[in-house]
Nanobody
Framework: QVQPVESGGGLVQPGGSLRLSCAAS?????KGWYRQAPGKQRELVAE???????NYADSVKGRFTISRDNAKNTMYLQMASLKPEDTAVYYC?????????WGQGTQVTVSS
């Protein structure tokens, strides 16, 4: 299966934590996490290279941590100090040049 598969979303109270996972077949390179809130465009949350260099959206710096396990071709997003504005569907992106592959997404809802 080429399409990546996300898991780990759910409902959490403000200030809480969640860990998202993204698994893909070995034929694609998983690249990063994106999110889309209702009525808004999809935006980059965090990305990571194959050697571990990372880049974060300003809105999540210091709260979210992206990591990867190359042996399992799996990527993670540890989210802490969650805010209501983090509520969105979170998507994982993978590539196999020149194609991009997106997962179905996992819903994260931050609410009291």
């Amino acid at each position: 299966q080429v399409q990546p598969v996300e898991s780990g979303g759910g409902l959490v109270q403000p200030g809480g934590s969640l860990r998202l996972s993204c698994a893909a077949s070995g034929s694609v390179l998983i690249k990063g996490w994106y999110r889309q809130a209702p009525g808004k465009q999809r935006e980059l949350v965090a990305e990571i290279t194959s050697i571990g260099s990372t880049n974060y959206a300003d809105s999540v710096k210091g709260r979210f941590t992206i990591s990867r396990d190359n042996a399992k071709n799996t990527m993670y997003l540890q989210m802490a100090s969650l805010k209501p504005e983090d509520t969105a569907v979170y998507y994982c992106k993978a590539t196999r040049w020149p194609q991009e592959y997106w997962g179905q997404g996992t819903q994260v809802t931050v609410s009291s």
